[in-house]
C-alpha cells in the first residue's frame, strides 16, 4: 500500500483505517495490520467521500461586476448582464476563471463537478473552453458538462442548431430553460426537444426547470411525464425548481405521485434560489427553495448546488459545499439531526447519484481512492461549525492540505 490513514471516523460513525494503493481504495477494517509506505493519523476525525458539486456555471464565474453590478438582484437583470458580458467571451478568459474556480472548490473537498456551459453565443467559446478544462483537469477533478441554452432553445432562430453542435463536440448533458422560452407551448416543446437529443446522442438531461415564482410554471410535470415515457428516469434531472415551492398543495401532491413514478433527480441552489427568488413580493415574502424536505422524505434523490460562484446573478459564494449544506439546513427547516445528516448527503453520494458517477464514488475497496478529511467528528458537526476540510486525496494521491484556523485565548482572560 502506498498509503495508510488510521483512525478514520466514517460518516456513519464507525471507526476504522483505510489503505490506499495505485490509486484505489486497498482496505478498509477497524484496525489494519498492514503498513504503508506513509501513513497519516487523522485522530478520529471526519473521513468522507468528496463533496459533489451537482450545479454551477463555470463559465461566468468570478465575472460579478462586468461589466456592471446587478443592481436589482434579480434573475432576469443577471440575464441581461450576462448577455453583455458574453460578448467578450474568449477561450483563454473562460478556461482561466473555470480552472480558478474548480481550485477553490478542490482546496475544499470538491472532487466531482457538474458546470452548465452557454450555448446560446454563436461562437460556443464557453462550451468549447469547459470541454477543454473538462481535459485538463481530469488526473485530479471529474467534470461534467451540461450544454445551456441560457437564452431559450426558441428564443432565437439558431439556438437550436447551437445546442445540437454542442452535443456533436461532447457535451455530457442537454440543458433547458423551458419557463424562459417566450410561451407555455414552446417551453413544452423544448422539454421534448431536449429528450429526443439526450435520446439520440445517449446524453443525461439536467434541465434549469421552472426557476420563477410563478405558481402557474410547470414543466416538471411535463419532465417527469418525458421521464416516465422515454424510461430515462435517473439520467434526468430538474434543476432549480422554486415554483414547486409555489404551488397549491393539491397540486403538490398528485404531482409528488408522478415524481415518485419518474424517478428522476432534483439540485436545489438554496444560497442562489433564497436570494433571487420572492424578489416581486412584498410580505409576507416567499423562500422560493423547492420542496426539499418532501421530496427527500418521498425517497427522491436531491442533490445541492452553488449555481453561482461572484457572477451576475450572486456576487458571493465560497465555493464551499458545506456553506450550501447550511443553506439547505436553514432555509429548507432541515434543522433534525437525521435532517441534517440528509443535507450532508446531498451534496457527497446523493451529487454522485444526480451525476451519475456511483462507479467511481464512495467509500468502498476497489473504487477509486478519492476522499477528504475534515477538522470535524461528524456530518452534523460539519455543517455546523463549516469544518476545515484538512486533506483532499484525489486518485490516491494528497491533493491539498490546509490548516485549521487556531485560536489562542490570551491569559488575562482565562478562567
Ligand atoms: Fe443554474
Given at each position: 500500500m502506498d498509503l495508510m490513514l488510521r483512525e478514520c471516523r466514517l460518516p456513519g460513525g464507525e471507526l476504522v483505517d483505510i489503505g490506499l494503493g495505485e490509486g484505489v481504495i486497498e482496505a478498509i477494517e477497524p484496525r489494519l495490520a498492514a503498513t504503508a509506505a506513509r501513513e497519516i493519523n487523522v485522530a478520529g476525525k471526519l473521513v468522507s467521500p468528496p463533496f459533489v458539486?451537482?450545479?454551477?456555471h463555470l463559465d461566468s464565474a468570478l465575472t460579478a461586476g462586468q461589466p456592471r453590478w446587478n443592481k436589482s438582484g434579480t434573475l432576469f437583470e443577471g440575464i441581461e448582464i450576462w448577455r453583455d458580458r458574453k460578448q467578450s467571451l474568449s477561450l483563454e478568459d473562460v478556461k482561466a476563471r473555470a480552472i480558478a474556480t474548480l481550485k477553490l472548490q478542490a482546496q475544499q473537498g470538491v472532487l466531482f463537478v457538474r458546470s452548465h456551459a452557454d450555448v446560446s453565443e454563436a461562437n460556443l467559446s464557453a462550451l468549447k473552453a469547459l470541454l477543454e478544462v473538462r481535459d485538463t483537469v481530469k488526473d485530479w477533478i471529474t467534470v461534467q458538462v451540461v450544454a445551456f441554452p441560457q437564452d431559450g432553445l426558441y428564443g432565437s432562430p439558431g439556438n437550436l442548431d447551437l445546442m445540437e453542435a454542442a452535443l456533436k463536440l461532447g457535451a455530457d448533458a442537454v440543458g433547458g430553460i423551458p419557463h424562459y422560452e417566450m410561451t407555455r407551448e414552446d417551453g413544452v416543446q423544448s422539454v421534448h426537444r431536449i429528450f429526443e437529443l439526450a435520446q439520440h446522442y445517449d446524453r443525461l438531461i439536467d434541465i434549469h426547470c421552472d426557476e420563477i415564482d410563478d405558481d402557474q410554471s410547470r414543466f416538471l410535470e411535463v419532465v417527469a411525464a418525458c421521464a416516465v415515457r422515454s424510461g430515462l428516469g435517473s439520467r434526468v434531472t430538474a434543476s432549480h425548481t422554486t415554483a414547486f415551492a409555489s404551488y397549491n398543495n393539491a397540486y403538490a401532491f398528485k404531482l409528488m405521485g408522478l415524481l415518485s413514478r419518474a424517478d428522476i433527480n432534483f439540485i436545489a441552489n438554496p444560497l442562489i434560489n433564497i436570494t433571487l427568488q420572492g424578489r416581486t413580493d412584498t410580505y409576507p415574502k416567499r423562500r422560493g427553495v423547492t420542496r426539499v424536505k418532501e421530496l427527500w422524505q418521498q425517497g427522491l434523490n436531491v442533490s445541492l448546488g452553488h449555481d453561482c460562484v461572484q457572477d451576475p446573478w450572486y456576487s458571493l459564494g465560497s465555493g464551499n459545499m458545506l456553506d450550501v449544506a447550511s443553506m439547505a439546513v436553514h432555509v429548507c427547516q432541515m434543522t433534525g439531526q437525521d435532517e441534517i445528516v440528509a443535507c450532508y448527503d446531498m451534496i457527497t453520494t446523493n451529487g454522485a447519484k444526480t451525476l451519475a458517477v456511483q462507479d467511481a464514488y464512495g467509500l468502498e475497496v476497489g473504487k477509486p481512492a478519492n476522499l477528504i478529511v475534515l477538522d470535524a467528528d461528524s456530518p452534523y458537526e460539519a455543517i455546523r461549525r463549516t469544518a476545515t476540510v484538512t486533506h483532499v486525496f484525489s486518485r490516491g494521491k494528497l491533493l491539498v492540505q490546509t490548516q485549521p484556523a487556531e485560536v489562542t485565548w490570551q491569559n488575562a482572560h482565562e478562567g
Open positions: 458539486e451537482s450545479h454551477i
